[in-house]
């Protein structure tokens, strides 16, 4: 068997610190990917968090005015899922109906993030000659 020279071992050692390299490099990129999938999944559900509170709102307020309680514009503030919501309603009224604007705002991540949602809503009773 012939011994490896100096010079040989050398080649190996360099082949082995790029291929070391490159695997490090390969895991950085694999932990990048997963931290973005991460936060992107995370700004998915507060916006989805923010519709349904919206949704919820907008319903009880419809359920209000068939009960005879007109909605009110104002400011509110709500937690869902550890996301601090800040609601803005804005309601305008035009002959039989009520124009309702929501504004859902949110901070995620440094980030301030927020949707508009608006319903036109009208007391839900029986129309004359209906049974």
Do not use: C, K
């Not at 007109?70 to 002959?95: C, K």
């Amino acid at each position: 068997m012939r011994r490896m020279r100096r010079t040989e071992e050398a080649g190996w050692i360099l082949l082995e610190a790029a291929a070391l390299g490159m695997i490090v490099l390969a895991a950085a990129a694999v932990v990048g990917v997963f931290a973005r999938t991460a936060l992107i999944e995370e700004q998915a559900a507060a916006r989805m968090g923010a519709a349904l509170l919206a949704r919820g709102q907008l319903a009880v307020m419809e359920a209000d005015l068939d009960g005879g309680t007109p909605p009110i514009a104002g400011t509110t503030t709500s937690e869902e899922n550890g996301v601090v919501y800040g609601v803005r309603t804005e309601v305008a009224r035009d002959g039989a109906f009520y124009d309702v604007r929501m504004h859902v705002s949110w901070q995620l991540a440094g980030r301030q993030e927020s949707a508009a949602f608006v319903r036109r809503m009208r007391v839900h009773g029986q129309t004359a000659g209906a049974p």
